[in-house]
């Protein structure tokens, strides 16, 4: 498999386990919005503030299709809006191995409270994060691997990953 695409939720630790997983396998890490940040030389909060959320969308196409296509040894973590475009989905599913990362609710609320980089939150996860938790319940079922990463060390969820990436 040429690329790992991990996908999931907010506050499943998508960054986090990238992180671990380049450094196991020497590939390239690559944050979705990081990617999308230096492109458009602005922040995630701006980009939504400035320009809008379908502008935001549109600038995550471009940073998938950038990042994954005709590329190899690239650890994608995407952000968790980034499955919602069947055209984003087609590109994953063709350039790599997708891992959809899971957690318990009060799991994701604990990881992203006070965590003001994420604007769909509005600040106020406890109301946001069960409405969108719901909108999207369905939104990862696309990924041939799944991973409840609530108990797990961020080591034993890459473990997990290289594992499944073996076997692919
Ligand atoms: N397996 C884990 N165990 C404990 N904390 C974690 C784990 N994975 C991620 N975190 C923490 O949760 C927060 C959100 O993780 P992040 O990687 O930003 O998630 P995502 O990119 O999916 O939104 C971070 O503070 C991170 O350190
Ligand atoms: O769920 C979403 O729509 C979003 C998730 C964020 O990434 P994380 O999942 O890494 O927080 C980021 O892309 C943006 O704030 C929108
Ligand atoms: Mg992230």
Redesign the pocket.
Known sequence: MRNIVLI?F????????AAALAERLGWNRVDLDTSIEEAENATIPQLFADKGEPYFRRAETEALKRELDGREGQIV?TG?GAVLAEENRGIMLANGLVVA?TADIGTILQ??QNDPNRPLLRGNAEQAVPELLERRKHAYDFAPVRID?SD???EQ?AAEIVEQLMAD
């Open positions: 999931g907010m506050g499943t630790g998508k960054s986090t386990v973590a968790g990362l990881r992203v990463t797990k060390t961020v969820i």
